[in-house]
């Protein structure tokens, strides 16, 4: 790492256009007391396991195959960041912020996901099972093929989330709202949409034998005849 690239203010320490290793981002973490801001930085591929990293901002930062497994990341900010394949699994990011970022096929098993926030990302295979999850915010972004089995998104209002082919068993949608988006084929098996409104968002590939899942739900007549047609019954 090159030192000219660091600076301080009162937002803390920025480090700028960097390829970081991790003694680098442990002598900053020693070195300074404020929240480190990495922008364009190069983190690709480093272990950051179990670091304190509490209230860090990423921008535009390179983080692909990047290990914070059982990091501290609470209130810490990832925007427009390159970061397919991250481990984030077992992590402290309660109140952590993703905002237009790629996340494609990153693992976040057991991580603390409280208040969490993912806007505008890509979350294709991502793996986001066994998290603490309360209060966790999705806002137009991809879940497709995801692993979200046993999620609880109730209550919730879904924007534009697309949810095709994900794993959705024993999800909790129970009084969700959903503005757009797809659980086309997603797998839904012992999923409860109790109270759901589910006429934004695209139902096809569902099969009718399920729908009993869907008791108590609101869906319209275009949704419904979609499902009969799934039966290869005409809808006239």
Same mark, same amino acid.
Not at 140 to 147: C, D, I, K, M, S
Not at 206 to 217: H, K
């Given at each position: 790492?090159? $030192?000219?690239?660091?600076?301080?203010?009162?937002?803390?320490?920025?480090?700028?256009?960097?390829?970081? #290793?991790?003694?680098?981002?442990?002598?900053?973490?020693?070195?300074?007391? @404020?929240?480190?801001? =990495?922008?364009?930085?190069?983190?690709?591929?480093? @272990?950051?396991?179990?670091?304190?990293?509490?209230?860090?901002?990423?921008?535009?930062?390179?983080?692909?195959?990047?290990? =914070?497994?059982?990091?501290?990341?609470? %209130?810490?900010?990832?925007?427009?960041?390159?970061?397919?394949?991250?481990?984030?699994?077992?992590?402290?990011?309660?109140?952590?912020?993703?905002? #237009?970022?790629?996340?494609?096929?990153?693992?976040? $098993? $057991?991580?603390?996901?409280?208040?969490?926030?993912?806007?505008?990302?890509?979350?294709?295979?991502?793996?986001?099972?066994?998290?603490?999850?309360?209060?966790?915010?999705?806002?137009?972004?991809?879940? !497709?093929?995801?692993?979200?089995?046993?999620?609880?998104?109730?209550?919730?209002?879904?924007?534009?989330?697309?949810? #095709?082919?994900?794993?959705?068993?024993?999800? +909790?949608?129970?009084?969700?709202?959903?503005?757009?988006?797809?659980?086309?084929?997603? %797998?839904?098996?012992?999923?409860?949409? +109790?109270?759901?409104?589910?006429?934004?968002?695209?139902?096809?590939?569902?099969?009718? !034998?399920?729908?009993?899942?869907?008791?108590?739900?609101?869906?319209?007549?275009? %949704?419904?005849?979609?499902?009969?047609?799934?039966?290869?019954?005409?809808? !006239?």
């Amino acid at each position: 790492m090159t $030192r000219d690239h660091t600076t301080t203010s009162e937002c803390g320490r920025t480090v700028s256009n960097q390829t970081l #290793s991790r003694a680098d981002i442990q002598q900053l973490i020693a070195d300074s007391k @404020d929240p480190l801001y =990495f922008e364009d930085c190069d983190l690709e591929g480093i @272990d950051l396991s179990r670091l304190d990293l509490r209230s860090a901002t990423f921008e535009r930062c390179t983080i692909i195959e990047t290990s =914070f497994f059982g990091a501290t990341l609470t %209130q810490a900010r990832w925007i427009r960041c390159r970061a397919r394949q991250a481990d984030f699994g077992s992590a402290d990011l309660v109140d952590a912020t993703f905002q #237009s970022s790629d996340l494609n096929n990153t693992n976040w $098993r $057991r991580a603390k996901l409280g208040s969490a926030r993912f806007k505008g990302c890509k979350l294709t295979g991502a793996n986001i099972e066994d998290c603490s999850t309360l209060g966790l915010e999705f806002e137009e972004t991809l879940l !497709v093929g995801a692993h979200l089995r046993r999620l609880s998104f109730r209550k919730a209002t879904l924007q534009n989330l697309d949810f #095709s082919d994900a794993d959705l068993a024993g999800a +909790d949608f129970r009084d969700a709202v959903f503005e757009g988006g797809s659980l086309r084929n997603a %797998q839904l098996k012992d999923a409860r949409f +109790d109270g759901a409104d589910l006429r934004g968002v695209d139902l096809s590939g569902l099969r009718l !034998v399920d729908a009993g899942m869907f008791r108590g739900a609101t869906i319209s007549f275009q %949704q419904a005849a979609v499902l009969v047609t799934e039966l290869g019954l005409r809808v !006239v």
